[in-house]
């Protein structure tokens, strides 16, 4: 294969594996954001905290392997994004650091200070993660302030409405996927609490969600390779769809359904935006000229190919894994067996 055909190909790969992890880790996340208003007492705590435990780790391993994918495959993409992102993505950490840590700890000392302090930990880190990977997509969808002569911007800067907006979208999302999540795995009140909350977080959901998508058409030029190619259309129409059909398994009482239609909304979502990159990875908002394509930020021909063989092997692998550990760990937690995470 060319060097261009497999720039593409692993361009579709890193926009699949990064997606994969939002899919994954959204639960997670999310079930974070809602850790201190769902649990009112310890064997609920212990309930959320096994909804997730088995699972978090695993699912952060596709964090690094997209983290992995972009040094390796896109080696300038990597050393560019890490500069002009390098507080959020610092923040990012640690927030990351935060969300373990606050999961870890939390049942370590029975004083009441401590597991309040950690409590907050989870919740603040599972936020801020949410928060910050919104800010930062939204402002490759936007375009970063960078030119020829480097990047211009701050922080600050990454904080305009659109970018906000993409934030805010993260966080509904996540935490309505998390909220269906708890419903499936879990049993007693807080099952019923989280598929109550579920219902509400679905309206505030597709609200943002659809002032994303009217944010993203009017602020930036992500949709146009779909004004090309209008089939692409099909993308973001299936997103909100999916997002409107997570509403009739809810009134269904099937949870499991409904989580099923808010993760594929996730997943389309992200596909709406890598298909809007596309061939650009690091867009300028200032000089398109400027903007960094695949073609340019791809690494040797070399690289990309064996790179690719080690992908056709390990990345089943890791599917089967996580597979069987969903598998192993599909009964329903009631708040009698619940053991929390130790």
Known sequence: MSHDTLAVIWFGLWGVIWTVYFVLDAYGLGTGMLFPFLAKEEKEEKQLQEAIGPFWGGNEVWLITAGGATFAAFPLTYANMFSYLYTPLMLILFGLFLRATGLEFMHK?????????????????????????????????????????????????????????????????????????????????????????????????????????????????????????????????????????????????????????????IALLMATGFIGLFPNMLPSRLDPMASISLFEAAGSQLNLTVMLYVAIVLVPIVIGYQLWLYRIFREKITPDNAKGYH
């Not at 928060?131 to 002569?149: I, M, P, R």
């Not at 911007?153 to 979208?169: A, D, E, F, K, M």
């Not at 505030?204 to 930036?220: E, P, R």
């Open 109 to 265: 000392h029975e004083g009441v200070k401590w597991r309040s302090f950690w409590r907050r930990m989870f919740f603040a880190g599972s936020l801020a993660v949410a928060l910050l990977f919104g800010v930062a997509f939204a402002n490759l969808f936007y375009g970063l302030k960078f030119d020829s002569q480097g990047y211009h911007g701050t922080l600050v800067s990454l904080l305009h409405p659109y970018g906000i907006l993409g934030g805010l979208t993260f966080i509904s999302l996540f935490m309505l996927s998390a909220s269906l999540w708890i419903s499936v795995k879990t049993e007693g009140e807080i099952q019923r609490r989280a598929f109550t909350l579920a219902g509400r977080l679905w309206l505030v959901s597709i609200l943002i969600a659809a002032l994303f998508f009217i944010g993203t058409n009017n602020l930036t030029p992500l949709f146009m390779n779909f004004v090309n190619e209008p089939v692409l259309w099909a993308v973001p129409a299936l997103c909100i769809l999916t997002l409107l059909t997570s509403k009739l398994f809810m009134r269904k009482s099937r949870p499991g359904l409904a989580f099923g239609s808010v993760s594929l909304s």
